[in-house]
């Protein structure tokens, strides 16, 4: 009656319906709910609910139960739709299910509640594109968590969700199918929580985040419990049901000796609309092998599957229709798999059409399917009975069964013991036994050697072996003549001369599979090229892709080369050989190219306390063709400080420091070549440092890079004014949290009207009684961390007022407050002010000479120039002979101490001539 009101209303227009003891609109609904075993819908049901939507259900059940319920037709496809589930009244902590567009996995969902009372709420934005089913029906009661299924209803269900701090449950899905079929359940997801139990006929119990094989029914009817014991966590587990044909015995355990034949009739007439399904599951350690007797299958559209594994999605081994004559039936390729489980389906359309088909399947103890998956793998046959039954095995060069692949077959072999007369080897350059022959190891021979098929399978067929014989190989891909396809994530390609005596162009595809952010690396050595031969490495996958980089006869090896952009490329590589005649002698290498995959060198994250941005393979050079970037995400409320440890770049390549606060970003500096930049200080929430060292192709120069450090700071800045007054935060509070503050002082370099230079005039006013290795001031001559340490010499107890001079126009001051356990002491509150200082005087190399610089025997100016037109003193002669001996020797000894000691106390004295703070603190690097 609902849904018939909810239709009227829709049509009508009407824009308040009553319904039961509530009410809804278009936009606007509300429903108390107390019956128990009730159903309900969203509005306009099984039509889509509207836009602007707000809906409220309150269910309400007896006192002392909880409630079950089930959403079976579960549709929030709407963009910014919500709808959401609160045990018991409405508020954040409360809710236990918050479901959208994007967290809807299945088309069934249950939720349990811990009182007797839940509230849903539906609400739908005003978007109408994407409109989606938007929909919902959903049933709740008081039983036990679960619900039952019939094949008329959803096809996936599994998640369940619950207040935390739940007593675990077990949650129950009966599936019945209808018609006397048989019902078919796979699980899509691992399970993240407990266990789940499948009762069909016994019960199987499956856990963890494995594969879970697929099931079909042994009745109608199949059950599966989902036993959660994780209070803290809802489960998730993706499953999926449909009803299929009842054609016989669906699941097959064989025995290592049996067969089994696979049909849905003995004859006649194919019944329309058939899906049968059948498992055959061999000894573990077997593989099966199949071949069709019968395969008269008429209509096109009817099919045979058969897959290799557990579950029904997994690799197709083959799909077979058509009416065959006994002979060609018998030139199908044998069936061969992989492993001990193959799932077989037979499905036919609408049509009812003539015909059959009969498969056999045999477990086999050794012989097997080989796919190429990239690394070599290991087959063998160790005979330890008496005798074992003829084995097949099949190679191929590709990951699927259905694709062939382009490359060779390559087996090798590293045991090989053929003492029995009769035990054979043969091997045939095809996918059976009916292909042309390659080779064949006869008995008595105990050297095997390597095979190559023609083309991208191979097939091998071992027989007569009894105990005591064994072949122990490897099976590879290898890439034709001068050309291959590599998907791996990492791996070597290589190109000799003799391989170039028919081909003037040879071409490689590396295009290996890859995550998020993976950047393709590769690298050339053993570089060997004729004059005019070209190594030419496009971004795609042809030669009218764009080219990258050009590798010519004058290399001996190239950098690291990476794909364009942040992707795993895929990258064309050609070799191009030019009609000079070759200087090379046959099996000489023309080159060896090493890839893999990267993890890339476009990061984004927040930013610690402090850290590192360095180039790619940093210290070591940098690679070619490189686009990269790393964004931190800053503090609210702090400054970023740069320092350029280390900064080596070719002059073509650049890296640039940009503050993406805002919007258009602003370019703090743009750097090259091979100087240290300044040091950096600014305020933002975003920080990108990006790095290009993309070039011309043929212009393949790198250098080392760079390492940048970076600190966050809770003040400072920079400087710029000709005289200024700056504080530590809060001042003059003293500071109570751990601070880091950096201010750089840079003044006008030269005054504009005695043409002389300026410096800075420091002052500094601080209790010094406290400092120590948790609170100190650092100040550098110089704008830069890297610049010379001015030593502050200790003084205890009083509040000091300290002043400075620079030797050039800038300061680097740094404060430092660390809040420790062992720390009680609050930070020091610093007060700083400078001004320009005007100098009067100039040493010849342009430095600004202090005043008690001149004529104290020190050179402080550095080009002597302090110590230039001083006045000479001189000593009045004394007629006393007596002491000449004396003298004579106290000079010698003078003498020599103060060649030893001179050069310290220069050091020493110049350090002091500094006008310098009284501060607790010692040089700090």
């Given at each position: ?5 909810a ?21 606007e609904?509300s ?24 809906c ?12 079950n ?12 739709d ?8 409405v508020?954040?902590?409360n ?27 539906l ?8 409109y989606?089913?938007?929909r ?14 019939t ?9 369940v ?10 949650c ?5 199918a209808r ?10 997801s ?7 139990l499948i009762n ?13 094989p ?16 994780n ?12 009803t299929v044909?009842?054609c ?6 064989l025995n ?18 058939l ?11 077997t ?9 008269t299958i008429?209509?096109?559209n ?19 229709t ?14 061969l798999?992989?492993q ?5 389906q ?11 088909f009969?498969?056999k ?8 399917q ?8 290991t ?7 008496e005798t074992?039954?003829?084995q097949?095995?099949r190679?191929s060069?590709?990951a ?7 490359d ?23 996918d ?39 072949i122990?190989?490897?099976?590879n ?12 994530p990492?791996g ?6 003799d ?22 690396a ?5 570089l ?9 490495v496009?971004?795609?996958?042809t ?14 090896s190239?950098?690291?080369i ?24 046959a ?8 890839y893999?995959?990267h ?18 393979q940093?210290p ?10 790393q964004?931190l ?9 740069l ?10 390549h650049?890296?640039q420091?940009v503050?993406?606060?805002?919007t ?8 090259s ?13 975003k920080?990108?440092v ?12 790198v ?5 940048i ?13 000709s ?9 003059p509070?003293?500071?109570v949290?751990s601070?880091v503050?950096i ?14 230079p ?19 001031i ?10 010379p ?16 001079l ?18 009680a ?22 430095i600004?000479m ?14 002597s120039s302090d ?16 002491p000449?001996?004396?003298?004579v ?11 030893i ?7 020493w ?17």
């Amino acid at each position: 009656m609902g849904r018939l009101l909810a239709s009227l209303c829709a049509i009508a227009g009407v824009l308040l319906c009553v319904q039961g003891e509530g009410f809804y609109a278009q936009d606007e609904c509300s429903y108390d709910l107390t019956v128990n075993d009730t159903s309900f819908t969203s509005p306009l049901y099984p039509a889509p609910y509207g836009t602007e939507v707000n809906c409220t259900w309150n269910i309400t059940v007896d006192e002392g139960s909880t409630i079950n319920l089930v959403f079976y037709d579960f549709h929030i496809d709407g963009d910014g739709d919500l709808l959401l589930v609160y045990d018991g009244s409405v508020s954040e902590e409360n809710v236990i299910g918050n479901f959208s567009k994007d967290s809807i996995t299945t088309e069934s969902i249950i939720v349990l509640s811990s009182s007797n009372t839940t509230i849903v709420k539906l609400t739908s934005s005003n978007l109408t594109s994407d409109y989606g089913k938007r929909r919902f029906e959903a049933f709740y009661n008081t039983d036990d968590c679960g619900w039952t299924f019939t094949d008329t209803m959803t096809k996936t269900f599994g998640s369940v969700y619950y207040p935390t701090g739940s007593q675990p449950v077990n949650c129950k899905w009966n599936l019945e199918a209808r018609y006397g079929d048989k019902m078919f359940l796979t699980v899509n997801s691992p399970l993240n929580n407990g266990y789940f139990l499948i009762n069909n006929g016994d019960t199987a119990n499956y856990t963890g985040d494995g594969v879970f094989p697929d099931i079909i029914s042994t009745s109608t009817d199949l059950s599966v419990t989902l036993v959660f014991t994780n209070k803290d966590s809802s489960p998730s587990l993706q499953a999926s049901f449909l009803t299929v044909s009842d054609c016989g015995p669906s699941s097959i355990k064989l025995n290592v000796t049996e067969e089994v034949t696979i049909s849905p009739i003995q004859g006649g007439t194919l019944t329309k609309m058939l899906d049968c399904r059948w498992m055959i599951e061999g000894p573990e350690s077997t593989a099966l092998i199949g071949h069709f007797d019968t395969l008269t299958i008429q209509d096109s559209n009817d099919y045979v599957r058969v897959v290799d594994g557990p579950k029904l999605s997994s690799n197709l081994i083959g799909e077979y229709t058509g009416d065959f004559s006994p002979e060609q039936t018998k030139a199908i390729p044998p069936i061969l798999s992989t492993q001990n489980v193959v799932w077989v389906q037979f499905k036919t359309d609408e049509v009812n059409s003539d015909g059959n088909f009969q498969l056999k399947l045999n477990p086999q103890e050794k012989g097997q399917q080989f796919l190429h998956v990239g690394a070599n793998q290991t087959f063998q046959v160790n005979v330890t009975t008496e005798t074992l039954p003829t084995q097949f095995y099949r190679f191929s060069s590709s990951a699927s069964y259905t694709q062939p692949g382009g490359d060779q077959i390559q087996l090798t072999f590293n045991k090989c013991n053929l003492a029995t007369v009769n035990a054979t080897v043969t091997f045939y350059d095809g996918d059976s036994d009916l292909s042309p022959l390659l080779t064949q190891f006869v008995g008595s021979h105990s050297n095997c050697f390597p095979v190559y098929s023609n083309g991208p399978s191979m097939f091998v067929v071992v027989d007569g072996f009894e105990k005591g014989d064994y072949i122990v190989g490897l099976f590879n891909a290898v890439e034709t003549g001068c050309h291959g396809t590599y998907l791996d994530p990492s791996g070597t390609f290589s190109l000799s001369n003799d391989r170039l005596k028919d081909s003037n162009l040879c071409s490689w595809t590396v295009k290996p599979s890859s995550g998020d952010g993976n950047v393709l690396a590769m690298s050339f050595s053993q570089l060997q090229m004729n004059t005019g031969d070209q190594i030419v490495v496009y971004d795609g996958v042809t030669d009218e892709d764009t080219k990258i980089a050009t590798l010519n006869s004058s290399l001996h090896s190239s950098p690291t080369i990476f794909s364009s952009g942040h992707s795993a490329g895929p990258v064309f590589v050609q070799y191009k050989k030019s009609v000079t005649p070759t200087t090379l002698t046959a099996g000489d290498p023309v080159f060896l190219a090493m890839y893999e995959l990267h993890g890339g060198c476009q990061r984004t994250g927040d930013a610690g306390a402090s850290g590192q941005v360095t180039s790619p393979q940093f210290p070591n050079q940098y690679p070619f063709n490189a686009v990269c970037w790393q964004k931190l995400n800053v503090g609210s409320g702090k400054l970023i400080y740069l320092l350029f440890d280390s900064f080596n770049l070719y002059d073509k390549h650049k890296v640039q420091v940009v503050n993406n606060t805002n919007t258009p970003s602003t370019v703090i500096g743009s750097y090259s070549g091979d100087v240290l930049p300044n040091d950096i200080i600014f305020d933002g929430t975003k920080v990108e440092v990006n790095f290009s060292s993309v070039a011309t192709d043929t212009d393949l120069m790198v250098s080392q890079g760079y390492k940048i450090s970076y600190t966050l700071l809770d003040g400072g800045g920079n400087l710029t004014e000709s005289a200024a007054n700056f504080t530590t935060p809060g001042f003059p509070a003293p500071l109570v949290n751990s601070t880091v503050c950096i201010w750089i002082i840079t003044v006008v370099p030269t005054n504009p009207t005695s043409k002389k230079p300026n410096i800075v005039n420091l002052n500094i006013s601080i209790d010094v009684s406290k400092t120590g290795d948790d609170n100190y001031i650092e100040v550098r001559d110089g704008p830069s961390q890297r610049s010379p340490l001015i030593d502050l010499t200790k003084v205890q107890g009083g509040v000091t007022q300290k002043s400075l001079l620079s030797r050039e126009n800038s300061l680097w001051v740094k404060y430092v407050y660390r809040k420790t356990d062992g720390n009680a002491d609050a930070g020091i509150p610093a007060n700083f002010s400078y001004v320009t200082y005007k100098c009067t005087d100039v040493c010849k190399n342009g430095i600004c000479m202090h005043s008690d610089w001149v004529c104290d025997g020190i050179d402080q100016c550095g080009d002597s120039s302090d110590e230039q037109n001083c006045p000479t003193k001189t000593c009045p002669k004394k007629s006393l002979a007596g002491p000449i001996i004396l003298t004579v020797v106290l000079t010698f000894i003078i003498t020599i101490l103060l060649i030893i000691a001179a050069p310290r106390l220069k050091r020493w004295y110049q350090t002091r001539k500094y006008s310098t703070m009284d501060s607790d603190v010692t040089e700090r690097i």
